[in-house]
T-cell receptor, first 113, second 115 residues
Framework: NAGVTQTPKFQVLKTGQSMTLQCAQD?????MSWYRQDPGMGLRLIHY???????DQGEVPNGYNVSRSTTEDFPLRLLSAAPSQTSVYFC????????????FGNGTRLTVT | AQSVTQPDIHITVSEGASLELRCNYS??????LFWYVQSPGQGLQLLLK??????LVQGIKGFEAEFKRSQSSFNLRKPSVHWSDAAEYFC?????????????FGGGTRVLVKP
């Protein structure tokens, strides 16, 4: 059971470059989300999706795009990377039932120079 | 808007000693509260959650937490710490059942365990 899989684990970008962080889950979870983790700030929600074809903004959406064409996949796109986007990114998913916990991937560490 | 404060950035505790991590939240209605643990290089794992009912909640790995509405707190405790408990701990609050997906996290408390 793979759970939530994020790729890559590490990435270094130059300012202005674009890239896509991949997230896939094999648990048939309706809900998926992206967080960024910065020291002393906990995790902040970037974007989330409650099902295929449906996405919405979280707390810090600027500079990021998402799409949800399938239940399994929820990629996060950085169109023009900035140093302020240096962070650790976590993808998480859950079923929509009340008592369902969030399942987290192991994270992608992104550095923008 | 909901918010979560974890006042302690670092806590050092001796192995076998008790541990208490503080969490204070701000939210106008009944909150849905969670504690997660993050080991180095890993994602977050759910320790326990509170939705309603008994205010003392038992979780995995011997952890428990107590919801105190009057103090807007949800402190995490463990009676006897093991070296493997060294990790970072996050408290989180969800606004409602449906919006429980949209969690607001505290800044985290890093726990160091001395032998």
């Amino acid at each position: 059971n793979a759970g939530v899989t994020q790729t890559p684990k590490f990435q270094v970008l130059k300012t202005g470059q674009s890239m896509t962080l991949q997230c896939a889950q094999d648990m048939n979870h309706e809900y998926m989300s992206w967080y960024r983790q910065d020291p002393g700030m906990g995790l902040r929600l970037i974007h989330y999706s409650v099902g295929a074809g449906i996405t919405d903004q979280g707390e810090v959406p600027n500079g990021y795009n998402v799409s949800r064409s399938t239940t399994e996949d929820f990629p996060l796109r950085l169109l023009s990377a900035a140093p302020s986007q240096t962070s650790v990114y976590f993808c998480a998913s859950r079923k929509t039932g009340r008592n369902s916990p969030l399942h987290f991937g192991n994270g992608t560490r992104l550095t923008v120079t | 808007a909901q918010s979560v404060t974890q006042p302690d950035i670092h806590i050092t505790v001796s192995e076998g000693a008790s541990l208490e991590l503080r969490c204070n939240y701000s939210y106008g209605a009944t909150p849905y509260l969670f504690w997660y643990v993050q080991s180095p290089g890993q994602g977050l794992q759910l320790l326990l959650k509170y939705f309603s009912g008994d205010t003392l909640v038992q979780g995995i790995k011997g952890f428990e937490a107590e919801f105190k509405r009057s103090q807007s707190s949800f402190n995490l405790r463990k009676p006897s710490v093991h070296w493997s408990d060294a990790a970072e701990y996050f408290c989180a609050v969800g606004a409602s059942k449906a919006a429980g997906n949209k969690l607001t996290f505290g800044g985290g408390t890093r726990v160091l365990v001395k032998p």
